[in-house]
């Protein structure tokens, strides 16, 4: 198993499109590491980058203090598991996991061991006599992972994997996943998706990539808790946080802020002297607002409740064109919220000061 370290990585195509770049990362032996981030970020680039598919433009690859960069794929020590699953439909399991070995020149002993190890950590070991044809979805799934456990890599790259299950599989897989993790306690393994859910569950720390770099780096409480900017803040959690602007009234250890809708935020998030009458934008997650009937940091009509048993969810009228509508997050059922006037508030530890779209927490 390895460490990578990306130093200054860069992707660039025809020497002007710019796809990634000032990449720097440290991960570490048995972390399992998830990129995401909006449609076109570069994660599967970056992915397939450490893979040695795509040509690094810049900066340099590192696994275990070897520079990678013009190493071909096949001896990088690396595996990679794809969206699709890429089996051999006339090969049964054990065949299919076995051709990696087979073509590495291992001896059948070796390769039998192999298997049988891997089919065991997967569950798969009544399928091994199968053909793909008669697998479902996530059993295919497992075998693609089989094929590359066998290769006992230094790092298991991951590029969406479960994109193409449907819903309840894919809850299936991911605690599978999440199960083989565990199992393999040394594995350093990178995982690419655009679902927050994967990434919350699955990941040791994540990486939030936007606007062609790292937007942030941490664990996902620490994302989801501590925003280092606006993009991460609104980008995990879903509904997305609320955003308001106003104006700092007061500071101190906490901090005042008169919003342009009227209401008033007390955030946790502390301010200098300096940093009165500064513009700001108050975020807080749907789920941190409660309904008030005395001070109050936001007040409006609801438009539209979705009652989901356990929550309820309140979208508020917009107040202006252009202008994303606040979103509630009740504990359960509030149908008969809808059309009213409500007011809600939030504890002060559960609001975010950002200005200029850069959390006060990390200046």
């Given at each position: 198993m390895a460490d990578l370290k990306l130093t200054d990585v860069a992707k660039t195509y025809g020497g002007t499109v710019d796809v990634l770049k000032n990449i720097n990362l440290d991960i570490k032996q048995g972390e399992l590491i998830v990129f995401v981030g909006p449609s076109g970020c570069g994660k599967s680039t970056l992915l397939r980058m450490i893979a040695g598919l795509e040509k690094i433009t810049g900066g340099t690859l590192e696994i275990d203090g070897v520079r990678m960069n013009d190493m071909p794929p096949a001896q990088r020590g690396i595996a990679m598991v794809f969206q699709s699953y890429a089996l051999y439909p006339h090969m049964t399991v054990r065949d299919n996991m076995a051709f990696a070995l087979k073509l590495a020149k291992k001896s059948q002993s070796e390769i039998d061991a192999a298997v049988d190890r891997a089919a065991?950590?997967?569950?798969?070991?009544?399928?091994?006599?199968?053909?793909?044809?008669?697998?479902?979805?996530?059993?295919?799934?497992?075998?693609?992972?089989?094929?590359?456990?066998?290769?006992?890599?230094k790092v298991?790259?991951?590029?969406?994997?479960?994109?193409?299950?449907?819903?309840?599989?894919?809850?299936?897989?991911?605690?599978?996943?999440?199960?083989?993790?565990?199992?393999m306690p040394e594995s350093t393994m990178i995982y690419v998706t655009h679902d927050q859910v994967e990434a919350m569950t699955l990941a040791s720390r994540?990486?939030?990539?936007?606007?062609?770099?790292?937007?942030?780096?941490?664990?996902?409480?620490?994302?989801?808790?501590?925003?280092?900017?606006?993009?991460?803040?609104?980008?995990?959690?879903?509904p997305s946080m609320n955003l308001l602007p106003g104006?700092?009234?007061?500071?101190?250890?906490?901090?005042?802020?008169?919003?342009?809708?009227?209401?008033?935020?007390?955030?946790?998030?502390?301010?200098?002297?300096?940093?009165?009458?500064?513009?700001?934008?108050?975020?807080?997650?749907?789920?941190?607002?409660?309904?008030?009937?005395?001070?109050?940091?936001?007040?409006?009509?609801?438009?539209?409740?979705?009652?989901?048993?356990?929550?309820?969810?309140?979208?508020?009228?917009?107040?202006?064109?252009?202008?994303?509508?606040?979103?509630?997050?009740?504990?359960?059922?509030?149908?008969?919220?809808?059309?009213?006037?409500?007011?809600?508030?939030?504890?002060?530890?559960?609001?975010q000061v950002f200005h200029e779209g850069k959390s006060l927490l990390y200046r």
């Amino acid at each position: 198993m390895a460490d990578l370290k990306l130093t200054d990585v860069a992707k660039t195509y025809g020497g002007t499109v710019d796809v990634l770049k000032n990449i720097n990362l440290d991960i570490k032996q048995g972390e399992l590491i998830v990129f995401v981030g909006p449609s076109g970020c570069g994660k599967s680039t970056l992915l397939r980058m450490i893979a040695g598919l795509e040509k690094i433009t810049g900066g340099t690859l590192e696994i275990d203090g070897v520079r990678m960069n013009d190493m071909p794929p096949a001896q990088r020590g690396i595996a990679m598991v794809f969206q699709s699953y890429a089996l051999y439909p006339h090969m049964t399991v054990r065949d299919n996991m076995a051709f990696a070995l087979k073509l590495a020149k291992k001896s059948q002993s070796e390769i039998d061991a192999a298997v049988d190890r891997a089919a065991k950590v997967l569950q798969l070991d009544e399928y091994l006599d199968r053909l793909p044809k008669a697998l479902s979805g996530g059993q295919r799934q497992r075998v693609a992972i089989g094929r590359a456990i066998v290769r006992d890599p230094k790092v298991y790259l991951f590029d969406e994997p479960l994109s193409n299950l449907d819903a309840s599989l894919r809850v299936a897989t991911r605690i599978e996943i999440a199960q083989l993790k565990e199992a393999m306690p040394e594995s350093t393994m990178i995982y690419v998706t655009h679902d927050q859910v994967e990434a919350m569950t699955l990941a040791s720390r994540i990486v939030v990539l936007a606007n062609k770099g790292i937007a942030q780096v941490g664990s996902p409480l620490e994302l989801y808790e501590r925003p280092e900017n606006e993009f991460v803040a609104q980008f995990i959690g879903s509904p997305s946080m609320n955003l308001l602007p106003g104006v700092i009234e007061k500071t101190g250890k906490q901090t005042t802020v008169k919003l342009d809708g009227g209401g008033t935020a007390v955030s946790a998030v502390p301010t200098q002297t300096a940093d009165k009458g500064m513009k700001v934008n108050i975020g807080v997650r749907p789920e941190d607002l409660i309904e008030t009937t005395g001070d109050y940091l936001y007040e409006g009509k609801v438009n539209i409740t979705e009652a989901l048993g356990e929550v309820t969810i309140l979208y508020f009228a917009p107040e202006a064109d252009g202008v994303d509508p606040v979103i509630g997050k009740l504990p359960g059922i509030h149908g008969d919220l809808r059309g009213n006037l409500v007011k809600l508030n939030a504890p002060a530890d559960k609001i975010q000061v950002f200005h200029e779209g850069k959390s006060l927490l990390y200046r």
